[in-house]
């Protein structure tokens, strides 16, 4: 006898816990809970599991003038999503996929495109992306995470390089979680929700450059390349020997579900000119692969289809060939340029081929503008 189908809807409770527990993302569990009313009931509202409104933790640094060193941060998150119309929702002006940010004054029902280095609002001349939608039209995906300590009363805490939180699941309990940091010139120290202070790493190396979440384990490298895992101790354990990189800042990123180290080549200023606070001037830049086989890094002269984009907060790749605005094998970053008064940053792109940089618009046919909302 043939079997029936069984309807999705008819699926056993415990078996959409069971697939449900697998979905790490806010916008992987709210289609979960849209497909049919037992599948809501069967799995919490993420924001139940993980609350989206900031946590408090202690401060890195010394407290400014008016502010607590303990107690009186938050960590607020920013997440960055590949935006795409579905193939047969697509007009003849509409175009491929588009990355945006989910901006934390934004509105229940409004959302807002956010440029990835200068944090200014964004509009589009794209039909597409001008009008009222519905989200079941679009593959929207989650790309990445960052987060930053701000101040309870606004403004962000000065001296942190880096900020990542560990574990960084949905169906972590957030009292249990840690945040990780490289602040003060290259210190690593992590704390815990409800700490009043942070506990250093490492007591013995204070030149660290980045710290990353990668298959769910948390890594860090320092100023000469050398890559090291933090252990169930909250202590660090070098995991790879120097990249011999004699760039001036290193930075993490997962790039084809490998480990890069991407070293940033910068011009110092010179010291009798006449402008002040003249920026460093990025320069060149080299990106290395740890061949673990053999226990030795590899120069990466081709990144393929990939795009690596180097943000304050967190570093990440693309698919070239699939989100507007991106050429593949080439890295994106904030360019500071020299002024007389101020200094201005503008996205550039570094071209690894021709091994030249550009100024850049991920953009396509947008323009950048500081009061703009598109709302669903």
Request: proline share 4%; glycine share 8%; net charge positive.
């Amino acid at each position: 006898m043939k079997k029936s189908p069984v309807r999705w809807s008819d699926l056993p409770p415990e078996l959409c816990l069971l697939i449900g527990k697998r979905l790490e993302t806010y916008i992987d569990v709210l289609r979960f809970r849209s497909v049919c009313k037992s599948w809501r009931a069967s799995v919490p509202r993420f924001d139940g599991i993980s609350p989206l409104s900031p946590l408090q933790f202690p401060s890195p640094t010394n407290a400014r003038r008016g502010y607590l060193a303990a107690g009186h941060t938050l960590l607020h998150r920013r997440i960055i999503y590949c935006f795409s119309p579905l193939h047969h929702h697509r007009t003849s002006n509409s175009s491929s996929s588009r990355l945006f940010t989910k901006d934390k004054s934004t509105k229940l029902g409004t959302i807002r495109f956010v440029d990835l280095f200068s944090n200014l609002l964004v509009v589009f001349d794209d039909e597409t992306f001008r009008k009222d939608v519905n989200f079941l039209d679009f593959r929207i995906y989650e790309v990445a995470k960052s987060y930053a300590l701000q101040y309870t009363r606004g403004g962000l805490v000065s001296g942190i390089t880096k900020v990542i939180m560990y574990p960084d699941s949905g169906w972590t309990d957030f009292r249990t979680r840690i945040i990780v940091a490289v602040y003060g010139r290259g210190k690593l120290g992590f704390a815990k929700h409800g700490d009043d202070n942070w506990t250093l790493i490492d007591d013995d190396n204070f030149h660290y450059n980045d710290v990353i979440v990668y298959k769910g384990q948390v890594y860090a490298v320092d100023k000469w390349g050398t890559v090291f895992w933090i252990d169930s101790s909250m202590k660090s354990v070098q995991f790879s020997v120097p990249s011999c990189g004699f760039g001036d800042h290193k930075h993490l990123v997962e790039c084809g579900g490998e480990l890069y180290v991407v070293d940033r080549f910068l011009r110092k200023p010179d010291p009798d000119d006449c402008i002040r606070n003249n920026p460093n001037i990025v320069t060149d830049f080299k990106v290395y692969m740890l061949d673990q086989d053999w226990g030795r890094w590899v120069d990466v002269k081709n990144l393929g289809n990939q795009a690596i984009v180097l943000g304050d907060g967190c570093c990440f790749s693309v698919s070239a060939s699939e989100i507007e605005g991106f050429q593949a094998n080439c890295i994106y970053f904030n360019h500071k340029q020299k002024g007389w008064f101020s200094q201005d940053s503008v996205p550039a792109v570094f071209d690894l081929k021709e091994r030249r940089i550009l100024e850049a618009s991920i953009h396509g046919n947008a323009t950048r503008c500081g009061a703009f909302q598109w709302k669903l």
